[in-house]
């Protein structure tokens, strides 16, 4: 008895499973470490307020988040823990950290128009070569 074995070739195949294990098609964007500051108008900076960035890729809305510390700073979270934002322009809304303490009202960091997109009027373009992303912002009670 005799077997006989056909040889195909293996090309198209391992192409197919690279696809696979890769994600053709479903990439995610490239994100950016740009570090952040946001500051008043007069250039002091704005402690205990989360600031967010939203752009649109690909048809879909993608957020950047990352918290203010008390210096202003702010490092950015788009995928991953502080892998940064994607490149493009951004709406920006600013949202005050709740209050620790509740016997006491926390006085507002920042005034409410900040915490919409469609209020705040903030827009931001981050490019892949930007050394920082500046925020600054109206101190509460300003109209």
């Known amino acids: 008895m005799t077997h006989r074995f056909h ?5 198209p195949a391992c192409f197919l ?6 994600g053709c098609g479903d990439a ?20 205990g307020a989360t600031v ?3 752009t649109t890729h690909d048809g879909k809305r993608i ?14 979270t788009t ?3 502080k892998d940064g934002v994607i490149e493009g322009e951004h709406d920006v809304t600013v949202v005050p950290l709740p209050a620790t303490d509740s016997a006491a009202p926390a006085k507002p ?3 409410a128009k900040y915490s919409n997109a469609e209020s ?24």
């Open 63 to 76: 957020p950047a988040r990352g918290m203010a510390n008390p210096d202003g700073t702010f490092e950015l």
């Open 17 to 22: 499973a690279l696809c696979c294990l890769s």
């Open 120 to 143: 705040s009027g903030l827009k931001v373009t981050v490019k892949p070569d930007a050394t920082e992303i500046l925020i600054k912002v109206e101190a509460p009670g300003k109209k």
């Open 52 to 54: 967010v960035l939203q």
């Open 109 to 111: 960091v920042v005034a």
């Open 28 to 47: 995610t964007p490239k994100t950016y470490r740009i570090p952040g500051r946001l500051v008043y108008e007069d250039g002091t900076p704005v402690p």
């Open 79 to 81: 995928f991953t823990d």
């Open 7 to 11: 040889r195909r070739p293996l090309g």
